[in-house]
Every structure is written in structure tokens, then in C-alpha cells.
């Protein structure tokens, strides 16, 4: 059973950084993608970064050059590097991976 569980998240000022983590137990994380998402109260659920097994990228527009996703295989563990952070990316952060979600963190980004 695939678990996700995740970590990093708080309140921040703008213009702060923040670093995300996604663990995986239970599937093979060397060979699948990875995604993190988020949702804003009151928005859809929208992707924000997604990395794959080949470390391949790809990044929401709102979020290029300030985040960076990445994965050590080592460790099955995912990352979202959050920087230059702006009250608009507030919001609850998801992992995803194969058809699994993590339970969500909340990133705050306010004065």
C-alpha cells in the first residue's frame, strides 16, 4: 500500500522560502513520477510542479524560477524548493504519486 507523507510546510513572510517533503513507503519510487499540487481556499486543486522518474521537469507559470521540485531516490523522497514566496502561493501543498495523495500541508505566506 502506497503511503505519502508530507512535511515542511508553515508561515512565512513574502519574499521567504520554504522546503517541502514527500516520503514514500510502499511502491517503487525509483520508476514513477511525482507531482506536487496545490489548492487555495475557495480554487480548484492546480498541479505546481511534477518531476519525472528520469528527473525530467515541468513547472506551473506562476511558479518558474522561484520553485524547484526534485527527488532522491535514495531516500523515495520528493522535494518542492519554495522561493521568493508571495501571499498568493498561499495555500494547502499536496504530493502526488501514482494515483496516491499525500495528506496535505499548509503554506502560509503573509507580513
Known amino acids: 500500500q502506497v503511503q505519502l507523507v508530507e512535511s515542511g510546510g508553515g508561515l512565512v513572510q513574502p519574499g521567504g522560502s520554504l522546503r517541502l517533503s514527500c516520503a514514500v513507503s510502499?511502491?517503487?519510487?525509483?520508476?514513477?513520477?511525482m507531482a506536487w499540487y496545490r489548492q487555495a481556499p475557495g480554487k480548484q486543486r492546480e498541479l505546481v510542479a511534477q518531476?519525472?522518474?528520469?528527473?525530467?521537469?515541468n513547472y506551473a507559470d506562476s511558479v518558474k524560477g522561484r520553485f524547484t521540485i526534485s527527488r532522491d531516490n535514495t531516500k523515495k523522497t520528493g522535494y518542492l524548493q519554495m522561493n521568493s514566496l508571495k501571499p498568493e502561493d498561499t495555500a494547502v501543498y499536496y504530493c502526488?504519486?501514482?494515483?496516491?495523495w499525500g495528506q496535505g500541508t499548509q503554506v502560509t505566506v503573509s507580513s
Open positions: 518531476i519525472t522518474s528520469l528527473g525530467s521537469t
Open positions: 510502499g511502491s517503487i519510487f525509483r520508476s514513477n513520477a
Open positions: 502526488y504519486f501514482v494515483g496516491h
